[in-house]
């Protein structure tokens, strides 16, 4: 499975940038996608996640500044980041795997991972 991303690059603070991952063609794998992210010298958290039918999830420090959605046609899924802040600096990765019940941002199972993009906020 390959997740392509896009969309990082480097913000002032408040800015409002999107993150998109493309999965392509690999939908038999692709039922729960989401991003996480890893900040210089910090282990990596999920920020959102979202099933092709259910509603996503999100993770406490992003909560209300940033909106997950997806388009199951175009098996892509979208991070609108709004009211961005200097702690929210990191590499942004997609993530992807085939499970539906346990699709929440707090799965660590994913198994199938893009390139990460960077976001700097600063």
């Known amino acids: 499975v390959q997740l392509v991303e896009s969309g990082g690059g480097s913000v002032q603070p408040g800015g409002s940038p999107r993150l998109s991952c493309d999965a392509g063609?690999?939908?038999?794998?692709?039922?729960?996608m989401a991003w996480f992210r890893q900040a210089a010298g910090k282990e990596r958290e999920g920020v959102a996640a979202?099933?092709?039918?259910?509603?996503?999830t999100y993770a406490d420090s992003v909560k209300g500044r940033f909106t997950l959605s997806r388009d199951n046609a175009k098996n892509t899924i979208y991070l609108q980041m709004d009211k961005l802040r200097p702690e929210d600096t990191a590499i942004y990765y997609c993530?992807?795997?085939?499970?539906?019940?346990?699709?929440?941002?707090?799965?660590?199972?994913?198994?199938?991972w893009g390139q990460g993009t960077q976001v700097t906020v600063s």
């Open positions: 063609l690999y939908r038999y794998n692709t039922e729960c």
């Open positions: 979202i099933s092709r039918e259910g509603g996503p």
């Open positions: 993530a992807a795997d085939p499970t539906t019940r346990r699709c929440r941002v707090d799965y660590e199972g994913f198994e199938y």
